[in-house]
């Protein structure tokens, strides 16, 4: 596995990390009593809750739930598309909604595709957050389809094109702007956020201090209530819940 690299603030040159399972400093949660479901104020689901995090993320469910489960993705990684299928649904209904856990996704930027598609994700802001990231995820083959009919030449030419278009260029070619303009996100707002260098640095900085702060070397990752947790499909991380208690 390799480690995400900066090689300059706005270069935005981004190294491939890993895509799979991590391969050190893992630790469950431990076994534990059941804890008890949370009712949603009135009219309301807990999956309805949504909001940023000061790590940069964006959190789905009952600010005080007992349970805070993180996860590192990359709209790029297979292993996080496997998971979103798997586990999207589940999660949400079986534990988000019961007030027990909170889920929270935390964008790890491991190339300029998937930098392109996390801005974008992000676009609307919080509420839609989390359909768009799944429908991101299961736009992924196309999108690598797209990525390989470029070349490496044009490839090359819009890395290097100002920051201000970069993104616009390489969202525009992966057909990324047309798939989220069907969603609800405008082309002009879709440019408008491709053209956020700031935003762009942001999610890089929460990529390096989450690799810095958690070891996280591949996608995805999974923290429970701050530890580490082994595995990256549902199975096992429905196994890691109902062992701190969500059952």
């Given amino acids: 596995m390799r480690r995400l690299t900066y090689i300059a603030p706005l270069a935005f040159a981004l190294a491939l990390t890993a895509c799979g399972e991590a ?8 076994s534990s009593g059941a804890v008890e479901a949370v009712a949603a104020p009135a009219g309301q689901k807990w999956s309805d809750t949504v909001s940023k995090t000061e790590a940069g993320g964006i ?23 496997d998971f979103g299928e798997q586990a999207f649904v589940p999660l ?19 190339d300029p595709l998937d930098l392109s598609a996390a801005l974008l994700s992000r676009c609307g ?14 736009y992924q083959t196309t999108m690598f ?19 201000k278009v970069r993104f616009v260029r ?12 069907q969603r609800g996100i405008s082309a002009d707002q879709a440019k408008a956020c491709l053209a956020d260098t700031a935003a762009a640095e942001k ?3 929460d990529t390096q201090k989450g690799a810095e702060q958690f070891n996280v070397e591949g996608t995805p990752t999974f ?8 595995g990256t499909n549902w199975i096992t991380i429905e196994t890691k819940l109902k062992e701190a208690g969500a059952r």
Avoid: W
């Avoid at 391969?23 to 431990?30: H, I, M, Q």
């Fill in 23 to 30: 391969t050190e400093g893992a630790a469950g949660a431990s």
């Fill in 92 to 110: 949400r209904d079986n534990y988000v909604d019961s007030g027990k856990v909170s889920f929270e996704i935390r964008n790890f930027v491991r």
């Fill in 223 to 230: 923290l429970l209530n701050g530890q580490k947790v082994e």
């Fill in 145 to 163: 389809e797209k990525a390989q009919a470029i070349g490496e030449a044009t490839y090359s030419d819009i890395l290097q094109s100002d920051p």
């Fill in 59 to 81: 959190v789905m469910g009952n600010p005080d739930a007992p349970l805070k489960l993180v996860e590192y993705m990359s709209i790029t990684c297979s292993h996080c598309k």
């Fill in 203 to 205: 999610l890089m900085s």
């Fill in 125 to 138: 802001g919080e509420a839609p957050f989390f359909p768009l990231t799944e429908q991101a995820l299961g």
């Fill in 170 to 181: 390489l969202a525009e070619q992966l057909g990324l702007i047309a798939f989220f303009q």
